[in-house]
């Protein structure tokens, strides 16, 4: 084993007392290999552990510490995983992995299923690639909540959608980790006329009595050019949109009745495909499906909604953000609020994907390429803001491997990666004061 590799140390940590840094990694700790951060984090619990490192020249040292249970030890690892990621043993008929382009970076095409992934992070998982340990060490290890990609219960159908044999035993395979106390964020990615209708009927009641399912989304399916020899799937479009919302809305009432909760949400996309009003905050609740794309539009409204906005700034200047088709109806109440400050001009520019294809329309799949030909027409020294959802985390690249700094240059205009949060991106305005 390699060894969980360590990239950063916090200030005035214990690893840093250590002399740990950047490039060493911790080889075993209380004398056993570890696969991931779970296991990593059920040993430091320990008050008296035990760290083998290897330092990144070679050199290996053994520390033995005495702590407090709760005592972090204060390093970030180059990855939550330490031996190799579980693949996706399906081929969803919707994989978007599936609909990439060819000769692109090896690390696109990786399909992850990994429980451990799920736990840590909130990744969507299928569950149709677990074997018997890995049942048995989720009930012991409780862990919880995990995410599910269910796509639908009916069993042959769910087979037919993921090309797996094992695909169907979805609803089993929850019932069992939720008699040991396991519980479930859930997704329907619906395509129209394959899982919709009565299959997602089906689908919300076989979840809706199964103790342990705390959310149900529904999302629809997106769909790139490169479709070659995969099956035909349509796209939703205004009226089979609305119907689907409708159906959802009417649920969401039966569940606050019935539970307390609505426990079903159509992503913000169907509304918006639907042309209906994101609905309040309060029909969220807690927002657990916020980085589903469930109820993302109006928390970043309402962020807007509360922000204090100066009056005027000086000098005046001028802002483009760049975003995708449907990041433009986003954007809208934003830029109105923001115009209201004088001195400040601001606007968006939706572009088309011309990497995926036109019918992708959400701005984090936006490229490099995609970036060059929409914004070409600019004139020099233009300020672009672009969401960081567009750059991939860890190298600083969008999915084509150019970087913004490729943008700027070659078409001599700055560009400006800014976070989600709405004080965030008021303080990249306001640093600009200076250039």
């Known amino acids: 084993m390699q060894g969980a590799e360590i990239i ?18 911790i080889i075993k700790i209380n004398q056993k290999s570890f696969t991931d ?20 020249n070679g050199i290996s040292e053994v520390f033995a510490i005495e702590k407090d249970y709760d005592e972090p030890l204060g390093v970030h690892f180059k990855e939550a995983i330490f031996d190799q990621i579980r693949p ?31 736990f840590l992070q909130g990744n969507y998982i299928t569950l149709s690639n677990l074997d018997k340990d890995d049942l048995a060490r989720i009930k ?18 769910r087979k037919k959608m993921m090309k797996n044999p094992h695909a169907g035993k979805v609803l089993s395979i929850m019932e069992e980790l939720s008699c040991a106390g396991i519980e479930f964020h859930t997704q329907v990615v619906a395509c129209p006329g394959v899982n919709d209708g009565k299959f ?15 959310s149900l989304a529904v ?14 799937i349509s796209l939703y479009e205004q009226e089979t949109a609305q119907r689907l919302v409708e159906w959802v809305e009417k649920i969401q009432k039966i569940e606050l009745a019935k539970r307390g909760s609505r426990f079903i949400w159509a992503s913000d996309e169907f509304y918006f495909l639907a042309d209906l009003n994101i609905p309040s905050a309060e029909i969220y609740e807690d927002f657990s499906q916020l980085e589903n794309g469930v109820g993302m539009v109006r928390y970043f409204w309402d962020q807007w909604q509360v922000l204090q906005l100066p009056f005027a700034l000086k000098p005046a200047r001028e802002i483009i953000f760049v975003t995708g088709k449907l990041g433009e109806k986003v954007l809208k109440p934003v830029i109105d609020r923001l115009n209201s ?25 936006l490229t490099g390429s995609c970036l060059l030909q929409g914004l070409k027409e600019l004139k020099k020294g233009t300020v672009v803001f672009i969401p960081e959802s567009m750059i991939q985390s860890g190298n600083g690249k969008f999915l084509d491997d150019l970087t913004p700094d490729d943008v700027a240059r070659i078409l001599g205009i700055r560009v400006v990666v800014v976070p989600v949060e709405a004080e965030k991106i008021l303080a990249k305005i306001m640093e600009m004061e200076d250039g």
């Open 341 to 365: 400050i004088q001195g400040l001009k601001v606007r968006s520019l939706a572009l088309t994907n011309t990497f995926f294809g036109p019918s992708v329309t959400v701005a984090g799949l």
């Open 140 to 157: 012991r290890e409780h862990l919880s909540p995990l995410y599910v990609s269910v796509h639908t219960t009916d069993p042959e159908l």
């Open 200 to 214: 997602l009927e089906k689908t919300y009641q076989d979840l809706s009595k199964l103790e342990g399912v705390l």
């Open 88 to 118: 996706c043993a399906n081929k969803c008929i919707f994989c978007f992995v599936e609909q990439m382009p060819p000769q692109m970076r090896s690390s696109l095409y990786i399909k992850d299923d990994d429980y451990r992934l799920s």
């Open 8 to 25: 950063a140390v916090d200030a005035g940590s214990l690893a840093e007392e250590l002399g740990l840094a950047a490039g060493d990694s």
């Open 219 to 232: 999302v629809p399916v997106g769909l790139t050019a490169y479709r070659h020899n995969l099956p035909k």
């Open 37 to 56: 951060l779970i296991s990593f984090q059920w040993e430091w619990a320990a008050e008296e552990v035990l760290l083998e490192i290897k330092k990144k």
